[in-house]
């Protein structure tokens, strides 16, 4: 970049979460640099990870936004955000977990675990074969169920069926009664349609490092109810794979999303890197192609930083792109310095003095305007040094 | 700087007051570059504006450190640090008010401010002149005193007389009565002497800007007091004024360290900023003529720092030898930075995330370094940038 000139500038953060989406990220950051060099160019990619703002981040880069009434987890009918884009493979719908059966959303958590379902996902889908979509790119994430991806089966027309032949409600109580899945009324256009399911989670469905035991507890399932509940979802699981004849269950991200996962993988779905995939989807290589340096952040970072989160994401394409990328996240835990060292160049944090949790949310987007400038500042300083006369050493 | 070479960089920061001395700030930042640069050339240059660690700072470019016993504000017998230094002029004593009448010091704050004096740096002077010395450097700041300077005359032999010429003692409570200031007894070898004092100070000595009014409260002044006080000042000051022969009540600096300022200036003492004879003394200017960057940065920045702080004289000076210099402060109040911006490169705060002040001071050593480290890494990054191929704006 020649000396005196405004860089480009890829910013390419995920939400801030409990504070900022993604999107507000990127203004706040454009805000600040804009400070520093009026004309600079600024390529924002808001991005996400499969989990809540996937959706937006996603439409940021162009496509039609649609709403469809479904079923939230406990039951209340609630309008569902889903995007529709033009990919190379040609129309696709774009669905968010989060935004049928949110874990940030009041209904859902109103009844316990057990009571909630993920019919409202298959209620969605069908909505979408409706208008005629075949392709799908399914974020998950966010989720306030559990039901091992049953509720999205029943709610795409299979039937979970007791001893007596009796249907049963598609929730995580009564799994251990389930002794067949009837697929027979499956909605049979799921046979040309295709499920990308965008995921950071690696978790498979049952087990100690199953969706239960790992994110059951964040949903509201007591110690107690753990292994009980486990046990529902293992044999539900079973019975669910003998009637697709496939085994999934054990595969990587069957134990997303309370086990959709495993649900759309019955379905024949991928898994996909949901950071990768909205990457893809956004052009972030194109940004960084001839982009002078890059930010990324998140509300905090730490040793999960680099396992596949939304910064390492962009570190890597960056990187192979030949671009300087910096952090500029909430809070960054010094232990995980180590570590981010080797991928940024320089991790900063938002609190311009000691402040609390509840201070730095209120002023969030002050805050990252004023401390991006500040990046900004020293990026141009250091950007412009010259050797001086008179330097002596070599 | 040639690519890939380590950079010159100054680090010249104040006290983190209450967390860090000057130079421990330098040891932690140097320690967080060389992660970034293992052959980076730090020149630590601790600096300090006549305030509590001016010796020390001084002391940092060489010279003798000394202890002499003196009393302390409320007459404990203390020893006080001075500096033994050589400059163009000759031998030199580097002294502090803080290391006699410290406001951090338990003894001075244990009796009612009326009572305390700052007899002992009288004393101190006169340790001095036994020793042969004639140049003196008297910083000023951080005592806990506000007798005029009354205590300082009476340690150097001056009496302090009543209506019926008897002698009073040299603190605030006495002051209204003083008729006469008695000189005749004053050391005779002050006559040869120069002070030079070093102080951030402009305050006259009485009145709603001096002394009493603006920095007798953190002393312990309560409201109650503090009219009755400047008067009593005021008639002190102007009765040695008589006796000295000297008007500099009004003079800028006599206000500083409780009227300490006036009583030097009544011997014959100039007044100068207590940064900028600390950076001539520990050679700033020539640090940074073939530095590359510049670290500067104090305990907090808000709107006071401009206004003749260390950070601002660093900042002078860097911006004369053509030096970046970055701020890297505890932290930094936001309605500053717009004044700020304007003279750093970049202003930075401590808090690795969300952390109250306690925390912040606990581990400041560690998010010294973690945070120099940080803005090396983008230093780095920023500076090694170069042209790409296929990039497309001019």
């Known amino acids: 970049m020649p000396a005196g000139s405004s860089p480009v500038v890829v910013v390419a953060p995920s939400s801030f979460k409990g504070s900022l989406e993604a999107d507000e990220v990127c203004a706040a950051v454009a805000r600040g640099l804009a400070r520093v060099w009026p004309d600079v160019e600024v390529r924002a990619r808001p991005m996400a990870d499969g989990g809540e703002g996937t959706v937006k981040a996603i439409l940021s880069a162009g496509g039609e936004p649609r709403r469809f009434e479904v079923s939230g987890a406990?039951?209340?009918?609630?309008?569902?955000?889903?995007?529709?884009?033009?990919t190379p493979e040609g129309p696709t719908a774009v669905l968010e977990a989060a935004e049928?059966?949110?874990i940030t959303e009041p209904d859902g958590m109103a009844v316990p675990v057990t009571e909630r379902s993920s019919v409202g996902l298959g209620e969605l889908v069908r909505e979408l074969l409706d208008a005629g979509f075949r392709r799908f790119l399914v974020g998950l994430g966010g989720s306030s169920t559990n039901d091992g991806g049953a509720g999205l089966l029943v709610g795409l027309g299979a039937r979970l069926l007791d001893g007596d032949g009796r249907a049963l409600a598609a929730t995580p109580a009564q799994l251990a009664r389930?002794?067949?899945?009837?697929?027979?009324?499956?909605?049979?256009?799921?046979a040309t349609a295709t499920f990308t399911i965008l995921s950071d989670v690696d978790s498979p469905l049952c087990g100690?490092?199953?969706?239960?035991?790992?994110?059951?507890?964040?949903?509201?399932?007591i110690p107690a109810q753990l292994t009980t509940l486990d046990a529902a979802i293992a044999h539900y699981a079973a019975v669910a794979e003998a009637a697709f004849g496939r085994r999934v269950s054990t595969e990587r991200?069957?134990?997303?999303?309370?086990?959709?996962?495993?649900?759309?993988?019955?379905?024949?779905g991928r898994v996909e890197s949901g950071a990768e995939v909205v990457a893809q989807v956004l052009g972030l290589d194109e940004a960084l192609a001839d982009a002078d340096w890059a930010i990324t952040g998140e509300g905090r970072s730490d040793e999960q930083t680099l396992l596949g989160k939304t910064p390492a994401v962009v570190a890597s394409h960056a990187r192979r792109a030949g671009v300087p990328v910096t952090l500029l996240s909430g809070a960054v835990d010094g232990?995980?310095?180590?570590?981010?060292?080797?991928?940024?160049a320089g991790c900063f944090t938002l609190p311009s003095g000691p402040m609390s949790l509840a201070e730095?949310?209120?002023?969030?987007?002050?805050?990252?305007?004023?401390?991006?400038?500040?990046?900004?500042r020293l990026w141009k300083a250091a950007s412009e040094l010259r050797p001086r006369a008179g330097k002596s050493r070599g």
Chains 1, 2 share one sequence.
């Open 208 to 221: 100690p490092s199953g969706a239960t035991f790992v994110f059951g507890p964040q949903k509201g399932v």
């Open 100 to 102: 049928v059966v949110g």
């Open 360 to 376: 730095c949310i209120a002023t969030a987007p002050a805050l990252l305007a004023d401390r991006s400038e500040q990046l900004g």
């Open 253 to 268: 991200g069957a134990g997303a999303a309370g086990g959709l996962g495993f649900a759309l993988q019955l379905l024949g």
């Open 178 to 190: 389930v002794a067949r899945v009837d697929v027979g009324a499956l909605d049979e256009r799921l």
């Open 74 to 86: 406990a039951g209340t009918r609630r309008a569902a955000a889903v995007g529709i884009i033009t």
């Open 335 to 344: 232990r995980a310095l180590a570590g981010l060292n080797g991928v940024f």
